[in-house]
């Protein structure tokens, strides 16, 4: 079965750059979460989208920005990167926003030096 | 053998035993609740999820119990194996209306042989 598609997998970037990670959702799944993973840490919700539409804010910062495209793909923007920046990027896909089950991808794992 | 979170985030258990692990949550609002396993390296997997109205609910060889009353979910594996090792997240859906789930801290899972 499909599953969700993050890329790229690795992405090494310098203190002060931008970093685009991209989110694939499993087909027909229409609401799209984005998690920040670090080291040894739980995963902190960032955003969400809905049928393309911002639903649901959680701890992103203003550095970063993201959005759902028609074909419901997602893209996270982040900007002025900082070292602290550095993370597992996890994002998640439902039908529905409602109570449903999320599935994860593999994640992106972002190393800022 | 038994964690209680927090205060023991590892959990060692031979093969063949049972493994209990739990999670204190933090919305007495919330009304969904998943546990995820995580594998190093890969994102969170789905393993059973409850809803509010619920108090027990089993799946292949794990059972989730909810009790609302002290805000506690737990996760019971029958017969552990050693690929059940990996860090273990209860989550709950703690805005209304919305999926977005908020990550207890995980417990890591340890099976010997």
């Known amino acids: 079965a499909a599953g969700v598609i993050q890329s790229p997998r690795h992405l090494i970037k310098e203190k002060r750059e931008t970093a685009t990670l991209k989110c694939y959702p499993i087909p027909r799944h229409d609401t799209v979460y984005w998690y920040q993973q670090g080291p040894g840490q739980d995963p902190q919700f960032l955003i969400s989208f809905y049928e393309k539409m911002q639903s649901d804010k959680g701890s992103i910062p203003d550095r970063f920005s993201a959005q759902q495209f028609s074909d419901y793909h997602s893209e996270l923007n982040m900007s002025s990167l900082e070292l602290g920046d550095s993370a597992l990027y996890f994002c998640a896909s439902s039908l529905g926003q409602m109570n449903t089950e999320a599935f994860f991808g593999q994640g992106t794992r972002l190393t800022v030096v | 053998g038994e964690s209680v979170g927090l205060h023991l985030p590892t959990l060692s258990v031979q093969e063949g035993d049972n493994s209990i692990i739990n999670c204190a949550y933090s919305?007495?609002?919330?009304?969904?609740f998943i546990w995820y396993k995580q594998e190093s390296g890969k994102g969170p997997q789905f393993i059973i999820d409850?809803?509010?109205?619920?108090d027990k609910r089993q799946g292949q060889r794990v059972t989730v119990l909810l009790n609302k009353t002290v805000k506690h979910l737990s996760l019971q594996i029958a017969a552990t194996q050693p690929g059940d090792s990996a860090v273990y997240f209860c989550a709950e859906n703690i805005n209304s209306g919305y999926s977005t789930l908020t990550f207890g801290k995980g417990t890591m899972l340890l099976v010997s042989p």
């Open positions: 919305n007495s609002a919330s009304d969904y």
């Open positions: 409850i809803r509010s109205n619920m």
